[in-house]
């Protein structure tokens, strides 16, 4: 079992900041990418950004340029920095996970319970 706990989320103003952060616990044996997912209500989840295997991160073209991903592969963690926010960015921000548990060699998604954004005057 891989289990990922989202957090950062909030109430912040247009322009304003946040920084999410996302730690995947439990017995993991490999982890390949994490990623960040978002979900308006009455919109379909889209993704916001993901790192890569080989350190290259990829972005909506929505965030580019205000959004970074960075990660941590020794703390297994990943995070989102949001500047320049927009009311339309606000959502639950989903943490996602491809990873494969000890003593198993299977890839297998996981994902986090969400962590509110609200962007508002």
């Known amino acids: 079992q891989v289990q990922l706990v989202e957090s950062g989320g909030g109430l912040v103003q247009p322009g304003g900041s946040l920084r999410l952060s996302c730690a995947a616990s439990?017995?993991?044996?490999?982890?390949?990418?994490m990623a960040w997912f978002r979900q308006a209500p009455g919109k379909q989840r889209e993704l916001v950004a993901s790192?890569?295997?080989?350190?290259?991160?990829n972005y909506a073209d929505s965030v580019k340029g205000r959004f970074t991903i960075n990660g941590d592969n020794a703390k297994a963690t990943v995070y989102l920095q949001m500047n320049s926010l927009k009311p339309e960015d606000t959502a639950v921000y989903l943490c996602?996970?491809?990873?494969?548990?000890?003593?198993?060699?299977?890839?297998?998604?996981?994902w986090g319970q969400g962590t509110q954004v609200t962007v508002s005057s």
């Open positions: 439990g017995s993991i044996y490999r982890l390949d990418h």
């Open positions: 996602y996970a491809y990873a494969a548990t000890t003593g198993a060699n299977v890839l297998r998604n996981y």
């Open positions: 790192t890569g295997s080989g350190g290259s991160s």
